[in-house]
């Protein structure tokens, strides 16, 4: 097959994997039944006027079968313990936000990528990856979904070079624990893919491989603090599809942070949360259980960084009901599958002061025989430098938005400047929120 035939299978492989709209509908919305509607809709309308035959081959095409049967085969049986960092000595999670940890008094920038819902093997996130290769961070980090089930074959294929490579930051790189993962018990994530990622001491040395699905990046100025949702994202097999569990933060990952983190004492430092499960969002319903559980050791407002919803959208400072955590929130769910979420209307939200203030709906291409719309996929990446953090947002060809932020007295996030540098009506400032809300 010569490169442009290459090119073309591959080119058709991803519209036709777009689109299959109702199959995507169905696993990417975390199975959870959220948009049953949406999906019934998009079924009733591939189907109409068909003969039942048709009918029956658009179904076995959207490729259900495929996915429930991923699903059945992998999601029986116990889930994988959940690692901690306990059994190391030389080893407790906590690694220095330093681009050479040797020099810890220079005042090189680090630079961290956020990547969510990558690893797919999609066109899309090969795409990103090569992006993310050419911004050479010191740390890449998974916000979580390994498609479909996360099995040991998937990590591999789409993760780890098979159809996409990760890729890994000069100091290292980690995987957030999600929904997908835990489909199939957490076993190809926690037996195969955390032994895969490397920390480094930046000489190019190798310190540790990631050893339990939360850790915490440190420095003088900052927290940055990786969480495990996903591990009790999942409940009983098939039920969990309909009521989705509460995502609430495991009770070693809590003592971790009590004990060796620190946080409650932790008074100077400018927190920054990752985590795959949304503790709030306009879209979609929000995980407010792990909001409320740092909420019992944090009295301060955290920027926190979320994938899981296919989509890139900012916030403002919202306060949790749960537990009155206030935090910015920020979703960059757009890193691998191709982007169809952009007819999604907000919810809008009468009782807060500040929600939703930014999110971008502009369309990349139409692909497939239903000319589905597609958005574009996007990153993060985090520049620490000192008390100052600029946070840039890209998708594939430009950075959209750049904000600043400084550690003020008591760790307390103050928000420099906030830019949207690509004017598109369709980078959408939500009614009735200003840029500046993002940040104030
Ligand atoms: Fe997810």
Known sequence: ???????????????????????????????????????????????????????????LDIRVFKWIYHYLKSRFGSKCEFPDYTPFKDDNGIYALL????????????????????ATGTREAHGIAEFVKKDSVHFTIHLGDIYYVGTKFEVKDNMLGGKAQWPLGSRGSFALNANHEMYARGKGYFKYLLSSLDIRNGNGGMLHKQRASFFCLKNEHWLVIGLDTGYHSIGIPILELIINPNARLHSKLMEWLCKDVLLQDDKQR??????????YSQFESGYDKPASQIAQLLNRPVLWFWG????????????????????????????????EDIEDKPKSCRKCKVGLVLYDRRERTRVGKSQTPVGYNGYANLIFEGKRLTVEYKDTKQTLVKEKWEVGDGGVLKGISIEQLVDDDDLVIHEGSRLEDAIT
């Open 1 to 59: 097959m010569n490169k442009n035939m290459e090119t073309e299978t591959k080119l058709r492989n991803s519209e036709q994997y777009v689109a299959k709209s109702w199959i995507r509908k169905h696993w990417k919305r975390s199975m959870g039944l959220a948009h049953g509607k949406t999906q019934k809709e998009l079924f009733r309308e591939a189907a109409k006027g068909k003969t039942i035959l048709n009918r029956a081959i658009d179904f």
């Open 99 to 118: 681009a050479t940890p040797s020099k810890p008094d220079a005042a090189e920038p680090v630079r961290i990528s956020l990547v969510g819902d990558w």
């Open 270 to 279: 400018g927190v920054i949360l990752l985590s795959h499960h949304q503790y």
């Open 308 to 339: 899981h919803e296919h989509r890139y959208a900012i916030y403002g400072r919202y306060t949790t009901k749960r537990g009155r955590l206030q935090a910015y929130g920020r979703c960059v769910g757009h890193g691998g599958l191709p982007i």
